[in-house]
């Protein structure tokens, strides 16, 4: 039972046994090395990411290099809320001491990401360290329980660089809305918000508000658009009018707010005007190259008039239309208008849901696809869907045990060279035939190792295992082989670099993390995985491995584009550049980052690596010689390492990197 204020006593003697054992914790001696940062060089923490990460992973907490600037860590939570990792309580209070004790001593630190789990239990400590952190700029934290609320208000009132705070699912949480004013108002380093699930009622809302006039720092915002109709008509407007700071405006709608709150947006973007009048200025703009609207606030013949005009405009890039699934059934006169007007390459009109036909299969506004319908049907449009090499992303649900379906689905598969994001749902039970099944599983996991194009992979196992647990388990053993097959074959893709992959029954969880882990290590292609659903012990040690070779090869290549963009040129981004050259995935992670293609980025690598190319570069770089490589003169007249030309020097290069000289420091280079 909670106390009068709001405490939990379970919550607090846990916290208060967390305290007193963190003191006495084997890593304190062993792991918590002291912080080592300068502004030329890393921490130590970098050099045992894999050791440490190893702990917090039972709190399911990562720590981190940030992609975007060298020398900065960030703690973060990679909980999913489908997913459970069985573990003893011990773990995880190891792990939460080794996570609080990193924020009280590593100035490094910038970036925290608190998952709800985490919050509740470990509120109160957690917070007390924020409340005295100096170098936390960037805090995203998800509240939902009142019981903590009040900790986390004094935290981030006192947190007095705080440059970027995220709150997610926070709903009409009553505490909030007290401290966040405040926050607003002190913390002149506040440059981006968001609070789009904050909803706020009466005055409240007006506070809010009130306090975003007084603040000058802020450039991006998130907000809920209750926010907006609860503060009045006119006084979010008025925030607008006078603020000269912010760039990005993002809001968050419901059904009963959309209109009012756009429309009242409007008022204080351009004074005096209403709907209607939009067409004027975006018609006009010629600055403007992407451009996000909602579909509501114009008629179909309006929108018609608009695209018209955007055809025409050379500076506009993208148009993005959020259309409610309300208002599909004016989808085909959009998408003639769109193919009539030639804007449809200019326009994306969200997700294609197909149900009954594909008759908007053909218009270039649709790039995801989401095949919602089953059987036969299902069966027929999949044998149309490779002519329409515009689409890039689809979803399909297939009964395992059909097998010319599974067949149709593995052939478009196999065959299409234009699709980089694939949603799979399989799903069954015990009457599908035996032979069918594995037959199944065999062909779709061969079109996924044959495939090319392919760069995230969701897949989800629905299968019906009976009713009791031992029938159940029977089931599950029957279906290993075949999610071996699947996790193999993912595994081997020389193009997934995401990978979303979720089960109802802990053996299919277990099986393929199983198989996927193995050599994992080898995989320089990875850099995202997600997993739903119950991991055990030994399945969560598995996930661990594949967590770290996602973290590895995230690091190599953020490291790799602070070299390119010249923020590092030392021996850590130099190296991680060389690696991602020699691996077709990263290159590609590295051009999407850098909002490019591949032919693009190409290039740019070129230029990095001929820069450390030469012998005196290698060396100077790799710690081997401060300045330049002088050799002692031999008696016998041989060939020393700095009488070697160039091209006998390029030709050792080919095999040789700057991770295989073995680093003469510890301190790693921040450069």
């Known amino acids: 039972m909670a106390r009068a204020d709001g405490s939990d006593p379970a919550m607090t003697e846990r916290a208060d046994s967390l305290e007193s054992s963190s003191t006495n914790s084997t890593f304190d001696r062993q792991m918590l090395l002291p912080c080592t940062a300068t502004a030329e060089s890393a921490c130590q923490l970098v050099d045992h990411l894999s050791m440490l990460n190893e702990v917090l992973f039972w709190a399911e907490i990562e720590l981190r290099e940030t992609p975007k600037t060298c020398g900065e860590l960030s703690l973060a939570s990679f909980a999913n809320k489908n997913t459970n990792i069985q573990n003893d309580a011990g773990k995880t209070s190891r792990a939460i001491s080794l996570f609080l004790s990193l924020l009280k001593a590593h100035a490094c630190i910038y970036h925290v990401k608190i998952h709800y789990d985490v919050l509740v239990a470990y509120g109160r400590p957690i917070c007390d360290v924020l409340k005295c952190s100096h170098s936390v700029r960037a ?86 658009g209750s926010v907006i109709c609860e503060a009045g008509r006119g006084v979010f407007a008025d925030y607008l009018k006078i603020n000269t700071s912010l760039i990005t405006l993002s809001v968050g709608e419901d059904d009963v707010s959309n209109r009012n709150c756009f429309n009242w947006i409007v008022e204080g973007l351009l004074p005096g005007t209403d709907y209607n009048l939009w067409h004027a200025p975006l018609s006009n703009n010629d600055t403007l190259e992407e451009l996000g609207l909602p579909f509501s606030i114009w008629k179909p013949e309006q929108w018609a008039d608009f695209f018209w005009i955007a055809a025409r405009k050379a500076n506009l890039k993208r148009i993005n239309v959020f259309v409610h699934v309300t208002a599909h059934r004016k989808l085909p006169t959009l998408c003639k208008v769109l193919k009539e007007s030639g804007a449809e390459e200019k326009v994306l009109l969200g997700t294609y849901f197909v149900r009954h036909d594909v008759d ?24 149309l869907l490779q002519p329409f090499t515009h689409i890039t992303s689809i979803r399909f649900t297939i009964r395992i045990g059909n097998l010319p379906l599974a067949s149709s689905v593995a052939s478009y598969i196999q065959a299409t060279t234009s699709l980089q994001k694939l949603r799979l749902t399989l799903y069954g039970d015990e009457s599908d035939p035996e032979e069918n099944t594995d ?107 594949v967590r770290h070779t996602v973290r590895r090869n995230c690091g190599l290549v953020g490291r790799a584009a602070q070299f390119i963009q010249g923020l590092a040129l030392g021996r850590r981004s130099a190296g991680a550049l060389e690696q991602v050259w020699r691996h077709a995935g990263l290159l590609e992670e590295l051009a999407e980052q850098q909002s490019l293609s591949v032919a693009e980025v190409t290039p740019i690598v070129r230029r990095g690596l001929r820069s450390i190319e030469g012998l005196h570069d290698f060396m100077r770089l790799a710690g081997v010689v401060q300045d330049t490589v002088v050799c002692e003169t031999r008696q016998d007249g041989r060939t020393q390492l700095d009488t070697l030309n160039e091209d006998c020097w390029r030709l050792v290069r080919r095999f040789l990197v700057l991770d295989d000289v073995v680093q003469p420091s510890k301190r790693r280079e921040c450069q």
Request: some cysteine.
């Open 139 to 224: 805090l995203i934290i998800d509240i939902g329980a009142s019981v903590v609320n009040k900790y986390v208000g004094d935290a981030l009132c006192s947190m007095e660089r705080l440059d970027l705070l995220e709150c997610l699912s926070v709903s009409s949480c009553h505490e909030l809305w007290f401290s966040l004013p405040k926050v607003i108002r002190i913390h002149s380093s506040l440059t981006t918000l968001k609070i789009s699930e904050l909803r706020l009622r009466g005055s409240r809302a007006q506070d809010l508000i009130a306090a975003l006039k007084e603040n000058s720092t802020l450039k991006e915002l998130s907000i809920h």
């Open 439 to 545: 037959t199944s599983w065999a062909e779709i996991a061969g079109a996924l190792s044959l495939n090319r194009s392919i760069n995230e992979l969701g897949v989800y196992v629905d299968i019906d295992y009976g009713d009791s647990d031992e029938e159940s388990n029977v089931i599950a053993v029957l279906y290993r082989e075949q999610i071996k097959r699947l996790a193999e074959a993912i595994r081997c893709s020389s193009t997934i670099r995401r990978i979303n992959f979720g089960a109802g029954h802990s053996v299919a969880v277990a099986t393929f993390l199983s198989s996927f882990s193995e050599r994992v290590t080898d995989n320089y292609i990875l850099v995202g995985i997600n997993i739903c659903g119950t991991l055990s012990t030994e399945s969560a040690q598995d996930c661990f491995k």
């Open 360 to 383: 908007l299969m053909y218009s270039k506004a649709f790039s995801d696809v989401d095949m919602f319908c089953f059987g036969d049907r299902l069966g027929q449009f999949v044998c």
